[in-house]
């Protein structure tokens, strides 16, 4: 008789999610040739990222918001129009050529939505930055202030609900006065009274609102990821997860205020992280589907160097990240932790995880001192340079991924990448990617 | 015990420095030796940045622990506050479509601790303001921070909206934050790329004529 999946090894788990990956439930394929690319495609991810050697190296092209541009239109437009979305990153998929796999447009956000709840914690094109501005950012803020650890330690749904949704949603104002839900007990007489508030009414009617805006932009960004999959390509990203410290440190309590909090309040800074670690292995768990890519994608920030000294990092940034990453390990998932800036001073910390077990996506790390520390223990993925797919000519990018292959190739254990990802550019630049990987990165 | 001041600050031990600034005050000191003895201290903070013994998050910390004492001395300021001597006027700011700051502030910090006068314009700077400041303070060094690509082409625009002043002789211009580096140098036609704050310290020192 068959295990149940609680009695599985990690290794099992895992083992049984890349089967699944390998052989999608829901994919009708346009063509046997699209199965088979399809295989061949997850074979040579799932190879890579057990630090194996694959046929050749994979390569993952860097196009975020690439495919909106490449269309001759724009963020703000596809954040706004689902039909031109959908075009655009339908046209780079039939237009840009073999791909080991394809990204879609699901960080595109949609534009009526974040509109309805009045959202603050982003800017966007035409919404609070120039229209042609080609990314999407975050407001830093202290958006939890000093003196409220408590109330988060204490019941982080209730913290949520009441006290830091309002600040980030204008919207959600009301919710302050709103009784925390676990005051709803026995017979409801006067639970509900709040919810009749005219006020109170207005936020949830914008939640609605941008509940049903996400449900048409999520059939549309449905039906892109499901026909590049049907053409054989497959997602490699099933969800997001942050360290603990990020979560704290980017949209609560600002870089400023946890930069101050690792002085003032170490204690308290530590115990908030300890309590965002089950809810954030949680959330990443449930992200992943039946039958897509086991990978969650981490991307790592405040914990860069020069961000903090490896004292610093090794007392506040790394052991709840390292809770996160192992949870996920055990359910046989890979994280793929995409360090952003350079990590060329924590590889001697981070190399003690377990064999094979993550990868890591670099994005400025010297990736042969990456390779020398974490060779045959971890996958590598990454990075040439943003500034060059972005100014370069095809011939300077196709040169700098064959020495990249060339350091971090032997053995297997890499995927070629970017080191962050472009939105404008040549699409050229991107093709020599692909020819890199096909021409330099075949195992023998 | 003025000394004391000075390496407890350096040392960013938080309730001593209040406790002494306190009891100076109480003595009747001057306040202006306070704050003279403040920014040595930050001087030593900037230095052990600059060593790799400090990181951000001291930065930051010994940040604060200047606005505290500041605060704590200005009611008895009497007077003009003597000005110590700058080293020259450095304009710093994000570019236009950027609204990142980390990296621009501690740019900041380190050029202010290292005796620059600098104009911090903040983030998402449009290409007039820059224009606007370089001539009002006629400023010789100009350092544009971005974090996203979307700053390749602000800074270019930027260089470009500069020359078209007819003041980009006149001045020299660093580049430097996330995707920053020596090709987007060349793209946006700037005179040098820093990949950190001592960079753009040692850049403004070689431009400015000091040592």
């Given amino acids: ?444 | 015990m003025s000394g004391d001041l000075v390496n407890l600050l350096a040392d960013l031990k938080e309730g001593e420095v209040m406790g002494l600034v306190k009891q100076r005050l109480d003595a009747g000191e001057e306040p202006i030796k306070i704050l003279e003895d403040s920014r040595k201290g930050m001087e030593i903070v900037g230095q052990r940045f600059a060593d790799g013994e400090y990181f951000l998050p001291e930065l930051v910390y010994s940040g604060e622990l200047l606005k505290q004492v500041t605060e704590m001395v200005k009611p008895h300021l009497t007077g003009s506050a003597t000005r110590t001597k700058r080293l020259g006027k450095v304009v710093i700011g994000t570019v236009a479509g950027d609204i990142h700051d980390i990296g621009l502030n501690i740019v900041d910090f380190m050029l202010d601790v290292n005796g620059f006068e600098v104009y911090n314009l903040g983030v998402d700077v449009p290409v007039e303001a820059f224009v606007a400041k370089m001539k009002e303070t006629g400023a010789p060094v100009l350092g544009l921070s971005g974090f996203l690509t979307p700053a390749f082409d602000a800074m270019k625009e930027t260089v470009e909206a500069l020359e078209k002043a007819g003041l980009r002789d006149k001045m020299k211009i660093m580049i430097g934050g996330g995707q920053m580096d020596d090709e987007v140098k060349k793209y946006a036609r700037a005179d040098a790329y820093g990949k950190d704050a001592m960079a753009a310290v040692s850049l403004a020192k070689q431009w400015i004529g000091a040592s």
């Fill in chain 1, 1 to 444: 008789m068959e295990k149940q999946w609680a009695e599985l090894t990690p290794d099992e788990k895992r083992e049984e999610r890349f089967k699944r990956w390998l052989s999608p439930r829901g994919v009708t394929f346009s063509s046997p040739e699209a199965e088979k690319a399809y295989k061949e495609r997850v074979t040579r991810l799932i190879r890579a990222l057990k630090v194996q050697e694959p046929d050749r190296v994979p390569c993952i092209l860097p196009a975020s918001n690439f495919p909106a541009y490449y269309a001759g239109t724009d963020l703000r437009t596809v954040m706004y129009d689902y039909d031109e979305l959908k075009r655009a990153w339908l046209k780079f998929l039939h237009e840009i050529g073999d791909q080991d796999t394809f990204f879609g447009p699901v960080m595109v956000p949609p534009g009526r939505a974040l509109e309805a709840v009045d959202y603050k914690l982003y800017k966007w094109p035409g919404h609070g930055l120039a229209g042609n501005t080609t990314t999407y950012q975050c407001v830093e803020g202290e958006y939890m202030k000093a003196d409220e650890y408590d109330d988060l330690i204490k019941d982080p749904s209730n913290f949520w609900l009441r006290i830091y949704l309002p600040r980030v949603f204008g919207a959600f104002e009301p919710l302050r006065n709103i009784p925390p839900f676990t005051t709803i007990e026995e017979i409801a007489i006067m639970s509900f009274v709040p919810y009749g508030l005219p006020d109170v009414q207005a936020a949830f009617e914008a939640l609605l609102k941008a509940g049903r805006e996400s449900l048409k932009w999520a059939a549309v960004v449905g039906e892109v990821s499901q026909e590049a999959l049907e053409l054989g390509f497959p997602g490699i990203m099933s969800g997001l997860a942050k360290a603990p410290f990020d979560t704290l440190g980017d949209t609560l309590r600002g870089t400023q205020g946890i930069m101050m909090d690792m002085f003032q309040r170490p204690a308290k800074l530590q115990e908030a992280m300890e309590r965002i670690t089950p809810l954030t292995i949680d959330s990443a768990l449930s992200s992943i589907g039946p039958s897509s890519a086991p990978i969650i994608m981490m991307p790592l920030h405040k914990g860069a160097d020069g961000f903090m000294s490896e004292k610093q990092y090794e007392t506040f940034y790394w052991p709840t990240l390292k809770k996160v990453v192992m949870s996920l390990v055990n359910e046989g998932i890979v994280p793929i932790l995409f360090a952003e800036g350079s990590y060329n001073r924590r590889l001697d910390i981070i190399k003690e995880l377990p064999k094979a077990s993550v990868a890591w996506y670099f994005d400025q790390t010297d990736m042969a001192r990456a390779k020398e520390v974490l060779g045959g223990k971890a996958c590598l993925i990454g990075n040439v340079p943003t500034s060059l797919i972005m100014t370069g000519t095809p011939q300077q990018v196709k040169e700098h991924c064959r020495k990249l292959i060339e350091v971090c190739g032997p053995g297997g254990g890499y995927v070629l990448a970017g080191g962050a990802n472009i939105d404008e550019g040549n699409p050229d630049n991107l093709r020599a990617m692909m020819e890199a990987a096909k021409e330099y990165g075949v195992y023998k």
